[in-house]
């Protein structure tokens, strides 16, 4: 689930805002929530985007954690 967010990212035009950003899913029967926090980077043409995975019962307890960068398409 935390790849089909990057992915998600990865295709967004011109690319993630700065911010925070949360949902839930359903993968195999298994309901979850994501957080994903994109930030800058002292590169401005990458966004660095962190999101976190965790069963819908226990939001805190996080399942998967996966960190990518996304390049700015040019505007």
Do not use: K
Not at 2 to 16: C, D, F, S, V
Not at 41 to 63: C, G, H, K, Q, W
């Amino acid at each position: 689930m935390a790849e089909n967010r990057l992915a998600a990212a990865q295709l967004e035009t011109p690319g993630p805002a700065v911010g925070e950003r949360s949902g839930s899913d359903t993968q195999a029967g298994a309901s979850f929530v994501w957080h994903a926090q994109v930030i800058g980077t002292p590169n401005p043409a990458f966004r660095r985007v962190e999101i976190t995975v965790a069963e819908a019962t226990s939001p805190d307890y996080v399942l998967a954690r996966l960190v990518g960068y996304v390049g700015q398409s040019a505007q």
